[in-house]
């Protein structure tokens, strides 16, 4: 019996100060399509659905597959559903993820938790400057008790 390691992507995001928001280079193509166009998106652990703003969705000019309420701090607000290929750095792609595109979002892109868990994500901020780092698939568990 053969085993093969799976294939780990990584990648991280180091600031020179504390940082409250944190941004990643992204990608976004139509499903079938491998001509990503990237954007600045902004990893929110708040967010369950990776979600893009109406303006994003008609410039990429992504098929409408359904639509969806959506809660948000506003309130609840009816957004179109898309599938997707998505880049993460190092041109990481996960195909036909279902997203949302918002008409009230003010940023391109919420990187959801649909991604986060696909693998491992920390923020440390160690002597005064965050690091943000994401890993997929998970490769162990990490317990910061088991440090103390």
Same mark, same amino acid.
């Given at each position: 019996?053969?085993?093969?390691?799976?294939?780990?992507?990584?990648?991280?995001?180091?600031?020179?100060?504390?940082?409250?928001?944190?941004?990643?280079?992204?990608?976004?193509?139509?499903?079938?399509?491998?001509?990503?166009?990237?954007?600045?998106?902004?990893?929110?652990?708040?967010?369950?659905?990776?979600?893009?703003?109406?303006?994003?969705?008609?410039?990429? *000019?992504?098929?409408? =597959?359904?639509?969806?309420?959506?809660? +948000?701090?506003?309130? !609840? %607000?009816?957004? #179109?559903?898309?599938?997707?290929?998505?880049?993460?750095?190092?041109?990481?792609?996960? *195909?036909?993820?279902? =997203?949302?595109?918002?008409?009230?979002? +003010?940023?391109?892109? !919420? %990187?959801?938790? #649909?991604?986060?868990?696909?693998?491992?994500?920390?923020?440390?901020?160690?002597?005064?400057?965050?690091?943000?780092?994401?890993?997929?698939?998970?490769?162990?568990?990490?317990?910061?008790?088991?440090?103390?």
């Amino acid at each position: 019996m053969s085993t093969q390691q799976k294939k780990v992507f990584a990648s991280t995001q180091k600031y020179n100060e504390l940082q409250n928001v944190y941004w990643t280079d992204i990608g976004f193509c139509q499903q079938g399509q491998d001509d990503p166009e990237f954007i600045h998106g902004l990893w929110d652990t708040g967010c369950t659905v990776t979600t893009v703003s109406k303006c994003l969705a008609d410039k990429l *000019a992504l098929p409408v =597959i359904g639509k969806v309420n959506s809660a +948000t701090a506003g309130g !609840l %607000i009816e957004c #179109d559903r898309h599938i997707v290929n998505i880049y993460l750095p190092n041109k990481v792609r996960i *195909a036909n993820l279902i =997203i949302m595109s918002n008409p009230i979002l +003010t940023v391109d892109c !919420l %990187i959801g938790t #649909d991604i986060i868990c696909k693998g491992d994500f920390s923020v440390s901020n160690f002597q005064d400057k965050t690091t943000v780092s994401f890993r997929m698939p998970s490769q162990e568990e990490t317990d910061y008790t088991d440090f103390i």
